[in-house]
């Protein structure tokens, strides 16, 4: 003799409040509304009943199957809820001043910042490549139009090795040989460390991380950027925020633009984060050069594209409200146990 109806209801509920995880509603759901379910179990049972009582007793699974299914479907809920509000309390809770509660590893807020943004282009088919942060002049620079003695270099001094090779300025060093590889069409993203011989503050770095994303198509034109833009930073920040397009030059896009968000430190008012100005470059973009599609080996009778060079370390400091970008650096594991997970 199997359970009662009331002795697999009370059962189902059991286990429902252990469950916390996506896949354990699925088992759950398997387990009761499934094929060889429990629940579907005594539907099978009609013919054991008493002809007189068969209609009660497929009301009364019926009843319980859907007070099963309904219950999944709460619990469902509730669970997305909750970890959006987690996500959302994530934000601008950094503070380096709590005492560390660490007692495992944790990952770094970039990292953090880097696989959700890698997600989110991933579904909408782009690949995500690697690259050296060892690279040659070729790659760096003339390869993206900047021939030697360009001025637009002085803007990339960066740690020369003897043998010529440099620590990459930005991750658009990696264009070419993706180009290269995939020819077109292509979507994909690069994201990467880059180094830059700079004096350091609350927002410059000697080294920070950028990631770069192409797309190469027919027909591909500004609106197509800004789409892709305007999807990803909506994903990340899970809010409404404010973004702004102005001209910006580098001579591998034309034309070029620099995509501003508001800084989310001071709500737009202001503050060291973002020199005062209430505003913060977040990620320069533009139409890819025709010398840098070729370079690429790229038709440019046929095919257009757009890259963009994301800050993705500015974009982990606006996220988190991480004040200095020195801290990211500063291997202080005070700074990495509030991102536990
Ligand atoms: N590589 C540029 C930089 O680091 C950013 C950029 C990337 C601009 C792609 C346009 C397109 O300054």
């Given at each position: 003799?199997?359970?009662?109806?009331?002795?697999?209801?009370e059962?189902?509920?059991?286990?429902?409040?252990?469950?916390?995880?996506?896949?354990?509603?699925?088992?759950?759901?398997?387990?009761?509304?499934?094929?060889?379910?429990?629940?579907?179990?005594?539907?099978?049972?009609?013919?054991?009943?008493?002809?007189?009582?068969?209609?009660?007793?497929?009301?009364?699974?019926?009843?319980?199957?859907?007070?099963?299914?309904?219950?999944?479907?709460?619990?469902?809920?509730?669970?997305?809820?909750?970890?959006?509000?987690?996500?959302?309390?994530?934000?601008?809770?950094?503070?380096?001043?709590?005492?560390?509660?660490?007692?495992t590893?944790?990952?770094?807020?970039?990292?953090?910042?880097?696989?959700?943004?890698?997600?989110?282009?991933?579904?909408?088919?782009?690949?995500i490549?690697?690259?050296?942060?060892?690279?040659?002049?070729?790659?760096?620079?003339?390869?993206?139009?900047i021939?030697?003695?360009?001025?637009?270099?002085?803007?990339?001094?960066?740690?020369?090795?003897?043998?010529?090779?440099?620590?990459?300025?930005?991750?658009?060093?990696?264009?070419?040989?993706?180009?290269?590889?995939?020819?077109a069409?292509?979507?994909?993203?690069?994201?990467?460390?880059?180094?830059?011989?700079?004096?350091?503050?609350?927002?410059?770095?000697?080294?920070?991380?950028?990631?770069?994303?192409?797309?190469?198509?027919?027909?591909?034109?500004?609106?197509?950027?800004?789409?892709?833009?305007?999807?990803?930073?909506?994903?990340?920040?899970?809010?409404?925020?404010?973004v702004?397009?102005?001209?910006?030059f580098?001579?591998?896009?034309?034309?070029?633009?620099?995509?501003?968000?508001?800084?989310?430190?001071?709500g737009g008012?202001?503050?060291?984060?973002?020199?005062?100005?209430?505003?913060?470059?977040?990620?320069?973009?533009?139409?890819?050069?025709?010398?840098?599609?070729?370079?690429?080996?790229?038709?440019?009778?046929?095919?257009?594209?757009?890259?963009?060079?994301?800050?993705?370390?500015?974009?982990?400091?606006?996220?988190?409200?991480?004040?200095?970008?020195?801290?990211?650096?500063?291997?202080?594991?005070?700074?990495?146990?509030?991102?536990?997970?």
């Amino acid at each position: 003799m199997g359970m009662t109806m009331q002795e697999l209801r009370e059962q189902f509920y059991e286990k429902l409040q252990q469950a916390n995880a996506a896949e354990a509603f699925e088992e759950l759901r398997v387990r009761y509304l499934g094929k060889k379910g429990e629940i579907t179990g005594l539907l099978k049972n009609m013919g054991a009943i008493e002809p007189s009582m068969r209609k009660e007793y497929g009301a009364k699974v019926n009843a319980l199957k859907e007070e099963v299914e309904n219950s999944i479907k709460k619990r469902i809920e509730e669970a997305h809820a909750r970890e959006l509000e987690l996500k959302i309390a994530a934000t601008e809770r950094y503070d380096l001043t709590l005492p560390s509660t660490l007692e495992t590893g944790s990952y770094h807020p970039i990292t953090l910042v880097q696989r959700e943004v890698e997600q989110i282009f991933a579904s909408m088919g782009f690949t995500i490549e690697d690259y050296d942060e060892i690279v040659d002049d070729y790659h760096c620079f003339e390869a993206l139009n900047i021939p030697k003695h360009h001025p637009a270099r002085d803007m990339q001094d960066t740690y020369y090795l003897d043998n010529g090779q440099l620590l990459k300025t930005h991750t658009s060093a990696a264009q070419n040989a993706i180009m290269r590889k995939y020819g077109a069409p292509l979507r994909a993203i690069f994201p990467g460390r880059c180094f830059r011989n700079e004096s350091t503050d609350a927002c410059h770095e000697n080294t920070f991380f950028q990631m770069e994303g192409i797309m190469i198509d027919e027909n591909i034109s500004i609106s197509n950027l800004i789409y892709f833009m305007k999807t990803m930073l909506s994903e990340v920040f899970q809010r409404d925020i404010k973004v702004r397009l102005r001209p910006g030059f580098f001579p591998f896009v034309e034309p070029g633009f620099e995509l501003d968000i508001s800084c989310l430190i001071c709500g737009g008012e202001g503050c060291p984060s973002c020199k005062n100005s209430g505003w913060l470059e977040l990620c320069p973009c533009g139409m890819i050069h025709p010398n840098v599609l070729k370079a690429g080996g790229i038709d440019t009778e046929k095919y257009t594209g757009f890259a963009f060079g994301l800050g993705l370390t500015r974009l982990a400091m606006m996220k988190y409200g991480i004040k200095d970008i020195r801290d990211l650096n500063s291997g202080n594991l005070k700074s990495l146990d509030q991102f536990v997970k």
